[in-house]
């Protein structure tokens, strides 16, 4: 799990390098799990849709190898955090049981896949120098949003 263990080490390579390379696979794998078992226990269709658009995605960062990297100059948590959001939305705009969800996803997904390289440079342009949020165990919730949200073309697509 990291607690304890890896963990204070990515937060310590995360503040002096700005390079999070914490993998995020397993809590997407358990939101798309939960979205799942909502639609099944409340017979919710969009959840169901909705979770295993989750799997797509998550497919899609094993597939095209978007795992944070442990080094510097390495994608990190940020890049495969992004990749899960366009892998899901492609996935919502590309499913066929939902009219609505489709249509709704289907210009986020456009504009994730047309800002991407732009979106990844912005997050590797940002690695290298210490950052500070504004503490360790009770970081400053201002502080820590600009360090993981460095990217002004993403933030203006997803708001």
């Known amino acids: 799990t990291g607690a304890g263990g890896s963990a204070p080490k990515h937060v310590q390579q995360f ?3 700005n390079h999070l390379r914490w993998d995020s696979l397993g809590e997407f794998c358990a939101l798309g799990e939960s979205l799942k078992f909502l639609g099944e ?10 979770g295993e658009a989750v799997e797509a995605a998550t497919q899609g960062i094993l597939d095209n190898d978007r795992s944070p990297g442990r080094k510097v100059g390495q994608p990190d948590n940020r890049d495969s955090h992004f990749w899960f959001a366009l892998y899901w939305a492609e996935a ?5 049981r939902d009219a609505d969800l ?4 289907a210009p986020i997904a456009k504009a994730l ?4 390289d ?4 912005d997050f590797a342009a940002v690695q290298g120098s210490a ?3 504004g503490g360790y165990y009770h970081t400053d ?14 933030n203006g697509i997803i708001g």
């Open 141 to 154: 919730p201002k502080k820590t949003a600009d360090v993981m949200r460095p990217s002004a073309a993403l």
């Open 102 to 105: 489709a249509r709704h996803f």
């Open 92 to 96: 919502l705009a590309a499913q066929d």
């Open 113 to 116: 896949r047309d800002a991407s």
């Open 41 to 50: 226990a409340k017979d919710n269709a969009r959840a169901t849709i909705l």
């Open 118 to 121: 732009t979106i990844t440079g």
């Open 15 to 17: 503040v002096k390098e």
């Open 131 to 133: 950052v500070d949020l």
